[in-house]
């Protein structure tokens, strides 16, 4: 019963696609996308990976709609028609899909156990994370511990992308672009004038900063970690400067602090590499953190997934100023 | 007693379902804007009671149940506040209620 | 029943040309990366359900509850970081576009190679 | 039992999506939205017990916390809009 749910799931997913690319509305390209978003997170769970689906339903639900918005406030709101080869285009796709599906066949049987994918490292990690790191979620333990160098290049990765966006945006926009900038009342900012809104939004902050928390700590015992929660702090913080405007969301928290948290938190997952190395054993080794090894583990990787989620928050946040000081949003 | 419950959980989950449906089919049959909204909003907040107090029926005294309740406390205050958003944004954008051609904008599409 | 598994790929397939489509055939920048998240929305899908085991259940261990069998949880870790690597990218690939139009004053491709010409 | 519940929901899923893809206007969809988002809460804890896996109930924990962001946002986008076309028909006369 339940494949036949993901598969009607996967049938919605293919038409919003479609519709998304036929649609030369751009905003009602960024609200399909956010259904897609939806279907991919319901999808994630019914094929097993909560983890997957929590970290989807975090970026999607509030961040990627709010960062697509602001950069069509800063373009343009429609697609205008051009001319390019459509049939050529149409041609190429459409041979290259059916290799692709031709290629399906090869493929092992779905949910089939002796699927090459399951025959390697993948049954070990299962096997060692009760003996070696003693926690219940593997997602956690593999990214923590056993790939902890792997996602440390992840993080560098989206550390870089939130300085790239700095840098692109950082610089004071020229002055004909300015003229459309709206001088506005500081009273004015935000939803300030929208009270149900404003109530209600100001009510859940903290809960969604609070929920960001527990999904951060409690992210090796369930679905979570520093991912997810990173990214739902980072939308609590945003609901606040949407509702109060920018200006005031930057008084609360600086632009100073948002560096220091890019900065901070892929300072604090090197630090812990460092640590393991200055305690005797190799780098990101959290076995020597503490006298027993499966402690030492476990500090390990409760200290990088806070790295994580500080440098996520820090990132999206900033990235989200970024755009919003660009001067026609907010 | 344990029949008892499951009949009344499986009636509310049901009832949910059909509330649930019923919005739907209101969010796409109703001629305007803000009679669709009218119709998806209501039926959102009894069909998401009726659904998660029949999974509290089922899960019974445990931290499914807690959660369970929060997630329906949350629905019931963003669910509301996403409408009353999203009709003030129709307003702002000279969206009349009753008018007869609410589709002025997008034609083309 | 195998018909069923193949049409996980087979949705795989469809998303994955659809995003290309959009990047080659539409001009429009914006466009383009929303095709770009549809394509990577593909490649997510698809490791996604490679991962996934008959009869399994969630790699995350219940307390009381022995001798489960697990989906794959490998696929589920490099997914998980490559959704905000990719949101984080997205958000690079959008301030360029930004760039673009006020250097521009357009985010059309043959607007801007025009342009480019004079 | 709870396959009926995740029946009904799957349709209307269906149905709020043909209500996103006919539009017709831009509000018509940013309400298909949000129809999908809570939809989509209702449908994760019901897959949650389907699965006997009551721990993920923490997704639609966040789904119910955070959806209606993209709503508050979409407002938000709309009023800048509304006052940046003021602004300009004020520059031009």
Redesign the interface.
């Known amino acids: 019963m339940i494949v036949l749910f993901g598969v009607f799931l996967l049938t919605l997913l293919v038409i919003t696609a479609l519709a998304i690319v036929r649609s030369e509305n751009l905003f009602v390209v960024v609200m399909l996308a956010g259904i897609f978003s939806l279907l991919m997170a319901a999808m994630f769970l019914i094929l097993d990976a909560p983890d997957v689906a929590l970290t989807e339903a975090a970026v999607g639900a509030g961040i990627s709609t709010v960062l697509f918005l602001a950069a069509l406030a800063l373009t343009a709101e429609r697609e205008r028609a051009g001319s390019t080869n459509r049939l050529l285009a149409l041609g190429v796709v459409a041979v290259t899909t059916l290799i692709v599906i031709y290629a399906t066949f090869d493929k092992p049987r779905f949910g089939d156990p002796a699927a090459p994918v399951h025959q390697h490292v993948a049954p070990w990690y299962l096997e060692r994370t009760p003996e070696a790191i003693d926690i219940p979620n593997v997602v956690t333990a593999i990214l923590g511990s056993f790939r902890g160098y792997d996602t440390l290049g992840e993080v560098f990765v989206v550390f870089t992308a939130g300085i790239g966006v700095l840098f692109l945006l950082g610089t004071r926009p020229r002055r004909n672009s300015r003229s459309v900038r709206v001088a506005l009342d500081e009273s004015d900012a935000g939803l300030r004038h929208y009270l149900i809104p404003r109530v209600v939004g100001r009510l859940l902050v903290p809960f969604i900063v609070l929920f960001g928390l527990y999904i951060q700590f409690h992210g090796e015992y369930g679905p979570g970690g520093g991912f997810q929660a990173g990214a739902i702090v980072a939308a609590g913080l945003i609901l606040y400067a949407l509702l109060e405007g920018e200006e005031q969301a930057l008084r609360v928290m600086p632009r100073w602090v948002l560096t220091g948290l890019v900065a901070g938190g892929a300072l604090l997952y090197g630090a812990v590499g460092i640590a393991g190395m200055l305690l005797g054993g190799n780098f990101l080794d959290y076995s020597v953190l503490a006298t027993d090894p499966i402690k030492g583990q476990q500090i390990g990787i409760l200290l990088i997934e806070t790295g994580v989620g500080i440098t996520v928050t820090g990132v999206l946040l900033s990235v989200f100023h970024a755009f919003a000081a660009r001067g026609r949003y907010l | 007693m344990a029949v008892f419950l499951d009949v009344v959980s499986w009636l509310l989950l049901s009832l949910g379902g059909a509330f649930v449906f019923i919005g739907g089919v209101g969010a796409l049959r109703m001629p305007d804007l803000y009679t669709r909204i009218h119709a998806a909003s209501l039926t959102d907040t009894m069909g998401a009671s009726l659904i998660i107090a029949g999974i509290i029926l089922q899960a019974g005294a445990s931290l499914a149940s807690i959660k369970l309740a929060m997630i329906l406390l949350f629905l019931l205050l963003t669910s509301p506040t996403a409408t009353n958003a999203l009709a003030s944004a129709a307003l702002l954008a000279g969206m009349r209620p009753g008018e007869a051609i609410p589709w002025r904008q997008d034609r083309s599409e | 029943?195998?018909l069923?598994?193949?049409?996980?790929?087979?949705?795989?397939?469809?998303?994955?040309?659809?995003?290309?489509?959009?990047v080659?055939?539409?001009?429009?920048l914006?466009?383009k990366l929303?095709?770009l998240?549809?394509f990577q929305?593909a490649v997510?899908?698809l490791y996604?359900?490679?991962?996934?085991?008959?009869g399994?259940?969630?790699?995350?261990?219940?307390?009381g509850v022995e001798n489960q069998?697990?989906?794959?949880?490998?696929?589920?870790?490099l997914?998980?970081?490559?959704?905000?690597?990719g949101?984080?990218?997205?958000?690079?690939g959008?301030?360029?576009?930004?760039?673009i139009?006020?250097e521009y004053g357009s985010?059309?491709?043959?607007?801007i190679q025009e342009i480019d010409q004079q | 039992m709870y396959d009926v519940v995740t029946i009904a929901t799957l349709a209307t899923m269906a149905l709020a999506l043909v209500r996103a893809l006919l539009g017709p206007s831009v509000y018509d969809r940013v309400l298909a939205v949000n129809m999908f988002g809570t939809k989509t809460v209702l449908l994760l804890s019901v897959i949650a017990f389907l699965y006997g896996r009551p721990d993920f109930l923490d997704l639609a924990l966040a789904y119910a916390l955070i959806n209606f962001i993209g709503v508050l946002a979409v407002l938000v986008f709309f009023r800048s809009r509304a006052l940046r076309r003021a602004a300009n028909a004020g520059m031009e006369d």
């Open positions: 029943m195998t069923l598994g193949l049409y996980h790929y087979w949705v795989f397939a469809v998303l994955l040309m659809i995003g290309f489509y959009a080659i055939a539409r001009l429009n914006i466009k929303i095709g998240f549809l929305s997510f899908l996604i359900t490679m991962g996934k085991v008959d399994g259940t969630a790699p995350i261990f219940q307390v069998i697990f989906s794959n949880p490998l696929p589920q870790v997914i998980l970081t490559a959704i905000v690597v949101i984080s990218t997205m958000a690079l959008l301030g360029i576009v930004v760039r139009k006020e985010i059309e491709e043959h607007e």
